[in-house]
Structure formats: C-alpha cells, structure tokens
C-alpha cells in the first residue's frame, strides 16, 4: 500500500513531484499558523509529513497518529517540535541545514544595512513626497567601515555573516559556546562572553537557535549594557528578545535601532514597535529565495522519501 505524505503549506513543487512518484501526497493550505487541533486533524492519515516552522508539533499531536513515521519540517530550526517526545514514539524528525544559510546571512545584512543606513525612512520620505532636496544633516545613518559586529551564536548562519561583515571593513566579534576556530582564521573573529560582546559592539546580530537557554537573551538587562548607538538584528526567533524591553530601549533613545525578520509572538508583532521609525520590520523572509525555497523542499521530500523507505534519512535532528 500507498504511503500518505501531508504537507502542512504551499510548497514548491518539486516536493510533490519527488513524493507522488511512490505516495500519495495531500497539501493542506492556511493562511494563518495552525492551533494544535487542527495538525491533529490533518495529519490523521499521514505516515510522513512536511512541517513548516509554524506548526506546532507537539506531544499531542505526535501521539494523535500512530501510522506517524516522520515529521520533515521545512526549516533549519526545529523549536517547533517536541524532539523529546517524537524521540520516545520512535518517530524521525529532520530539518533543511546549509541550504538556507547564504540566503539568510544575506537578509541579515539587508537587515543590517537597513537599519544602520535608514533605508525605509528614507523609502517613506520618497513615498510621501517629503524629499524637497539635498541636505547635509538629512538621515544621516551609522557607518559599518572599522564597526563592530557581535554574532551570538557562530553556526553556520552566523559564520556566513561574519564573512559579509568582514567584506564591509567590520571587526567581529563572537559569543558562541565553543571556539570556532574557523571564523577567528578566516575573519579575525573574536570570542567573547555575552555581556562584553554587548558592551563593544555597534551592531549586534543574533543566530543562536531558540532553546530553554537562549530563551529572553536580549533582556532589559542584555540591552542595557549596549551602547546607546548600536543596533540590535534578529534573523533567528523572536523569542530571544524580550520585545517590551526592546521597544523601551527603542522609545527612549536607549537603543539606537533595530531590525527583525522575527517575533516573540509570530505572526503578531508587538504594537509598541509599530509607530517607531528607527526599527525594521520584515514578516520572516531568512531563507525566502525561490532557489533557497525548492533546495528546502527538496531536502524535505528527499528525508521522507529516505526514511519510509529504508528507516534511514539523511537529516535527522
Ligand atoms: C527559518 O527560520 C528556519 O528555521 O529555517
């Protein structure tokens, strides 16, 4: 018989094309992140499925279907998922790594360049037909040339940025768990611990994955120890970031800007942040590149496809 494949969204079709060849493949489209009731519901026939980073994956929903035989989220990150618990109902979880890292290091960037060089402000100031000429002192921004950059958390992701910040004239700095030798050869990067590399950096951008420990990093207390001109960029999860106190830090010139892809309650975003002109704000596009998109439908199907068949997948978390 037939393996059931579901897919939780929209996806490329080069997911699909690879399933059908030996399963039945059902697409299950939302606009909006699904409640747990509702994974229930549509995974209650599937031997395998492809998640997306907004599915909640947990025990409930994993124990819901004992046909379940693999969750292939789309997505490097698998916070979504209860790992404990699929490891204990022998079912396989797999995730989408080094596909998505140069797209993502690039939105970083975008974000970083935004921020520091008031590109959206200057965009509206266009788009509201307040440009009335050149002037010395109009929206003038933050130079990256001899700045420091602070990347918490030296994965992948964060390796691909220090390499960019390296090509702008930045220093690096690092807080990772461990010494990676790699970056501090090829970038000159430095390892600090977290409350140092707040204090010396200009802009701070975070590429740790989202887990208990990492949790409210960037805290009142995180972001006090910034300097009063530095920004702050978050590509990685919005729960790192204690958004009120960003917003504070934001409102009251603490902080000089921001950029986030992400948030602490995706997709609603704090409404504080809303009105402030010195922070950007993009609906998570890290790794939304069509190549970036179909080379992480690929893996996925690919993981499935592995996994029904021999028990072994390529990308097991
Ligand atoms: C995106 O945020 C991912 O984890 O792939």
């Not at 010395?136 to 390796?159: D, K, Y």
């Not at 204690?242 to 986030?260: M, N, Q, Y």
């Not at 504080?272 to 199907?301: D, Q, Y």
Request: hydrophobic share 45%; charged share 20%.
């Amino acid at each position: 018989m037939k393996h059931t494949v579901v897919l939780t969204a929209a996806m490329p079709d080069v997911a699909t094309a690879l399933l059908s060849q030996e399963c039945d493949v059902l697409t299950h489209i939302s606009e909006e992140p699904r409640t747990e009731d509702e994974l229930i519901d549509i995974l209650a026939d599937a031997d395998g499925a492809i998640t997306i980073l907004t599915d909640p994956v947990t025990r409930r929903v994993l124990t819901s279907n004992p046909n379940l035989r693999i969750v292939a989220n789309c997505a490097v990150g698998t916070d979504n998922i209860d790992l404990v618990a699929a490891r204990e109902l022998g079912i396989a979880v797999t995730n989408t790594p080094g596909v998505l890292t140069e797209a993502t290091a690039d939105l970083a960037f975008a974000l970083i360049l935004a921020a520091t060089r008031r590109i959206i402000e200057g965009d509206a100031m266009m788009r509201n037909g307040n440009f009335l000429g050149w002037q010395p002192l109009m929206l003038l921004g933050t130079e990256l040339n001899e700045a420091t950059l602070g990347i918490i958390g030296m994965g992948r992701i964060g390796f691909a940025v220090a390499a960019r910040a390296k090509a702008f004239g930045m220093s690096v700095a690092y807080h990772a768990r461990s010494v990676h030798h790699d970056t501090e050869e090829a970038h000159g990067s430095l390892r600090m611990e977290l409350d140092e590399l707040l204090e010396k950096s200009d802009v701070v951008s975070l590429h740790a994955p989202l887990t208990p420990e990492t949790a409210g990093m960037i805290d009142s207390r995180a972001l006090a120890l910034m300097k009063p001109s530095a920004f702050l960029i978050n590509t990685a999860r919005g729960p790192l970031v204690d958004e009120d106190a960003l917003a504070t830090a934001l409102e009251t010139g603490r902080l000089r800007g921001a950029a986030l892809d992400v948030y602490q309650e995706e997709p609603r975003v704090n409404p504080r942040l809303l009105p402030l002109s010195n922070v950007v704000l993009l609906p998570h596009l890290g790794s939304a590149t069509t190549r970036t998109r179909e080379a992480m439908a690929r893996i996925a199907a690919t993981n499935v496809l592995s996994w029904l068949r021999t028990g072994r997948a390529p990308n097991i978390v």
